[in-house]
Structures are given as structure tokens and as C-alpha cells.
């Protein structure tokens, strides 16, 4: 996780924990797209997510645990057709004091002594990002709601399915009996 040099921190996302007592603390904040913009994310047309961020300070380290929910308005990966998809999750990190800014861990923050706040924005995108299913598919696929023409045309060009077993004029193979009998043979 490396910051380019030319990535600007948000300010919103920079907590100041020096004047914070021990224990626990929570802060809140309202993601739009206008937060994946700043990383040149452009895969989301939209963007509504509430973050919870919760720092517990101790004496000698700070835990956060990062808590979202919302939606993300994305393109279908089949259809192209836009819809919200629904996103949550948690991320918990630890941030220690030492000798030298230090990032490579990905559940570990290092940060200078003498540091009085830190800035979360990587960790609250990342955990966005990767929370986010591999394939995007509109819910309006599964329950047959979605009408599209690419829909459309995918259903006609798909291969019609025959059973493995089955060949072109409908009879079983008689090979599949003798493979079959030898699963029943333990």
C-alpha cells in the first residue's frame, strides 16, 4: 500500500489523536464518488456509503476498525446495464510508532514517534474496493427482470445445453453406464 507522491491526503480523513484520552472514539463520514475520484477510481457511476471509523488509542498504539455500508452504482459485467450493488464490510489495523514511516504490511501502520495524527484514506479505500464482488452481475438477471438486447443475443448464441451423458439424438451413451458403474462399485 504506497501513496503516490503526488496523491494529496483528505483532510477528513486525517485524525488527530494527539489530544484524544485513552479508550474509544468514533468518527463517521459520508463516502460519495467524489472519494474515488481523488484515487482516479472510475468504476463506480455513484456512490453512498456511511464509514464508521472507530479508533481504540492505548498507550502505546492505535486500533482502528473501519465499518461500512451502502451502494455502489456500477455496470453490469454481462449487460453493460447500470445498477447499485450493494457493499459492506469491516477492516481492522493497527497503528505502532517507530523509527520510520513504514506501510508494507497491510495490517500494520508504522508511523514516526512524535506523529499526533494519522491519515486513513488508503485503508478506507482499499477495504472499499476489495469488498466489492468479483463480477458484477444485475440482480435483474438472476429473477429474470432485466430485459436487455444483450440479454437478448446472449440467449440466442448460447450453446443449447444437452446433458453430458446425452448425445445429439437423445439416447444415454452406453459408455456413461460402464463409467457409472464404476462409482457404485466402492
Same mark, same amino acid.
Given at each position: 500500500?504506497?501513496?503516490?507522491?503526488?496523491?494529496?491526503?483528505?483532510?477528513?480523513? +486525517?485524525?488527530?489523536?494527539?489530544?484524544?484520552?485513552?479508550?474509544?472514539?468514533?468518527?463517521?463520514?459520508?463516502?460519495?464518488? +467524489?472519494?474515488?475520484?481523488?484515487?482516479? *477510481?472510475?468504476?463506480?457511476?455513484?456512490?453512498?456509503?456511511?464509514?464508521?471509523?472507530?479508533?481504540?488509542?492505548?498507550?502505546?498504539?492505535?486500533?482502528?476498525?473501519?465499518?461500512?455500508?451502502?451502494?455502489?452504482?456500477?455496470?453490469?459485467?454481462?449487460?453493460?446495464?447500470?445498477?447499485?450493488?450493494?457493499?459492506?464490510?469491516? *477492516?481492522?489495523?493497527?497503528?505502532?510508532?517507530?523509527?520510520?514511516?513504514?506501510?508494507?504490511?497491510?495490517?500494520?501502520?508504522?508511523?514516526?514517534?512524535?506523529?499526533?495524527?494519522?491519515?486513513?484514506?488508503? *485503508?478506507?479505500?482499499?477495504?472499499?474496493?476489495?469488498?466489492?464482488? +468479483?463480477?458484477?452481475?444485475?440482480?435483474?438477471?438472476?429473477?429474470? +427482470?432485466?430485459?436487455?438486447?444483450?440479454?437478448?443475443?446472449?440467449?440466442?448464441?448460447?450453446?443449447?445445453?444437452?446433458?453430458?451423458?446425452?448425445?445429439?439424438?437423445?439416447?444415454?451413451?452406453?459408455?456413461?453406464?460402464?463409467?457409472?458403474?464404476?462409482?457404485?462399485?466402492?
Amino acid at each position: 500500500m504506497i501513496i503516490g507522491a503526488d496523491m494529496r491526503e483528505l483532510k477528513e480523513f +486525517t485524525i488527530p489523536f494527539v489530544g484524544l484520552k485513552l479508550g474509544q472514539h468514533s468518527f463517521h463520514f459520508e463516502i460519495t464518488n +467524489t472519494f474515488f475520484e481523488h484515487f482516479e *477510481y472510475e468504476e463506480f457511476n455513484a456512490a453512498a456509503i456511511k464509514l464508521t471509523v472507530l479508533l481504540d488509542k492505548k498507550s502505546t498504539l492505535l486500533e482502528f476498525t473501519l465499518s461500512f455500508e451502502g451502494t455502489v452504482n456500477v455496470q453490469c459485467d454481462l449487460t453493460n446495464e447500470p445498477f447499485d450493488q450493494k457493499i459492506e464490510g469491516d *477492516y481492522h489495523f493497527v497503528v505502532k510508532f517507530g523509527d520510520e514511516f513504514n506501510d508494507e504490511n497491510e495490517d500494520l501502520l508504522i508511523i514516526p514517534h512524535g506523529s499526533y495524527e494519522v491519515n486513513i484514506q488508503q *485503508y478506507v479505500y482499499e477495504s472499499i474496493v476489495l469488498a466489492l464482488p +468479483t463480477r458484477l452481475i444485475h440482480p435483474g438477471i438472476e429473477d429474470g +427482470t432485466l430485459k436487455s438486447d444483450i440479454l437478448d443475443k446472449l440467449e440466442e448464441l448460447s450453446p443449447k445445453q444437452l446433458s453430458e451423458s446425452e448425445n445429439a439424438t437423445g439416447e444415454v451413451d452406453p459408455r456413461w453406464d460402464e463409467l457409472k458403474k464404476l462409482l457404485t462399485d466402492k
